[in-house]
């Protein structure tokens, strides 16, 4: 199986968590008002490169949720924005606990 880099950032408000390294895991998120599952992108099987006519320097979410005008996502579903070399959910609390679920398929 290849590596996946899991990177989260819990504040009084919210939580940013970054997987890296695939779009193929499901995260799951608890918190005061219960459990939320994020899955990845719809388009998580499409190459990462993405259209030419989309641009590297469009706005979106930067460090910790706020606005950044080098976002770089291209597809978003509630709470997931998809990066260049994976996906970043932003859970609308504090998370109290989170689980990864991947599949075990080489």
């Known amino acids: 199986m290849d590596e996946i880099d899991i990177d989260a950032r819990v504040t ?5 968590i970054d997987v890296t390294g695939t779009r193929d895991v499901a995260v799951v998120v608890r918190s005061e008002s219960g459990e939320r599952i994020y899955l990845p992108p719809e388009s998580f099987d499409e190459p990462v490169s993405g259209s030419p006519y989309t641009s590297p320097y469009q706005g979106g979410s930067g460090i910790d949720g706020e606005e950044s005008p080098y976002g770089g996502g291209a597809g978003s579903t ?3 924005v998809e990066t260049a070399d994976g996906f ?3 859970h609308p609390e504090t998370a109290t606990e989170f689980d990864v ?3 075990d398929e080489a």
């Open 12 to 16: 009084g408000e919210r939580t940013v």
């Open 78 to 80: 509630r709470g997931v």
């Open 88 to 90: 970043r959910i932003s």
């Open 101 to 103: 679920y991947r599949s």
